[in-house]
């Protein structure tokens, strides 16, 4: 018997494709691609789309709390608004992830998130 | 991420990386999404997860896709805690016979829907808490099998319409009430159990971490809207949830040794009839119909208040 050279257990798949045969998928179905899904975009599940009001978000975070899809997400972006507050962090949406469920605006303490129709 | 040490007191305590994948096959609204995700940010990356059929399972494993950034499981209805009492011995041996995982703490999770954990998987469930395990348990309840179809489970609440609990002449949907599963927690004498409910994140988070850091069986039942199954409107699950509990309809409970106590104290309850109303399930209900739901939460009420000894859940507001 010759020494195989290929890598062992799960590192064997890592670097691969996608399996597109019954042959290339990996023994016992294993799934070597850890939090792949992410690859996955959800958009077209969206009749509806938060659009959030930087100058009325009092950054609470509620959103980002409550979205199912992490599609709220939180970044270290300042912002000054109108009145002079300034914060640290700013709240974004990940339309690749949102499905537009209206959680995040229904959630809003200050109603600083819009539902607006999606169009073609 | 490791596993959170530290209480978690506010929203700012939550980290911000997320250990479950967005991209998931979930419903718009699905509580159960937004549980897991909580969930896996308090458990870390050290969690071996073992997951029973039902929604999150199905939803969340499309071949050749995972959401899941810890190892995973792929179990059947019946053997979610069995399979969990495995994996956690099989540790144990290799952690005595090779030192694997000598100085890291892993540790096995269960998850299962409601059919999965009150219904089908209620034996394997009852083994892996006597033998004392130490693999923490969550079940999100959706109140029915869902991922087949909306089908009654023995968590359906009373009343509720499911596509087996028709609403009709002879019938007017779920004629029984929901089934303790606290109780039968309770009556294996594990360290700890709790409820829990997504609109109260940092609860029901807090509740995670002490499930997690438990050395032995613990149980966390964890309440989780479900927008077609409810017949409610995709923004109004976390509505829904804060409204079971406002109402006294759920209880918010952790019972540690045994010693219970209320976590989310209501002062004065809202009437049951605004969280039935909002929710389609309900719809057929009568006005005398909902006064007997109203009766029956009065009652659990009062054996709760009676339980923790001091008045956790208020009277109803005039
Ligand atoms: C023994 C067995 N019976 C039936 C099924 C089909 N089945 C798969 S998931 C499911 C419903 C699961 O209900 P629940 O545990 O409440 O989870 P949910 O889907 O509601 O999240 C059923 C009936 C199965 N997989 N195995
Ligand atoms: S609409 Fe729903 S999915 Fe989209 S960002 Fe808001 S809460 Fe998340
Ligand atoms: S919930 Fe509203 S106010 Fe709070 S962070 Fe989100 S957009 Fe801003
Ligand atoms: S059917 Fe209900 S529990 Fe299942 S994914 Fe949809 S909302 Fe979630
Ligand atoms: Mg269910």
Sequence with gaps: ?120 | MEAIKKPIRTVWDIPRHEQFAPGHNMCQGCAAALIMRMLMKVVGKDAIVAMGTGCVEVTTTPFPYTSWRNPWLHLAFENTAAAASGIEAALKALKRKYGIYKDRYVKVVAIAGDGGTFDIGLQALSGMMERGHDVMYVVYDNEAYMNTGIQRSSATPLGAWTTTTPVGKRMRGEPHPKKDIIGIALAHRIPYIATANPAYPTDMMEKFRKAYETRGPSLVHVLSPCTPGWRIRNEHSIHVARLAVLTGMWVQLEIVNGKPRVTVKVRKRKPVKEYLRLQGRFRHLTDEEIQRIQEMVDRYVEEINRWVGEEAIGPVEA
Excluded at chain 1, 21 to 30: L, Q, R, S
Excluded at chain 1, 37 to 57: G, N, Y
């Design chain 1, 1 to 120: 018997m010759t020494e195989s050279t290929e890598p062992q257990g799960v590192e064997r798949y890592l670097g691969k494709k996608y399996p597109r045969t019954w042959d290339e998928v990996p023994i016992a179905g294993i799934v070597p691609w850890p939090g792949n899904t992410e690859e996955l975009p959800k958009h077209s599940w969206r009749t509806i789309r938060p659009v959030i009001d930087q100058e009325k978000c009092i950054r609470c975070r509620m959103c980002w709390v409550y979205c199912p899809d992490s599609a709220i997400v939180e970044v270290d972006k300042e912002y000054t608004n109108k009145k002079g507050r300034t914060f640290k962090v700013s709240y974004e949406v990940n339309y690749d992830h949102c499905k537009g469920c209206g959680i995040c605006a229904f959630e809003c303490p200050v109603n600083a998130i819009q539902m607006v129709p999606e169009e073609r």
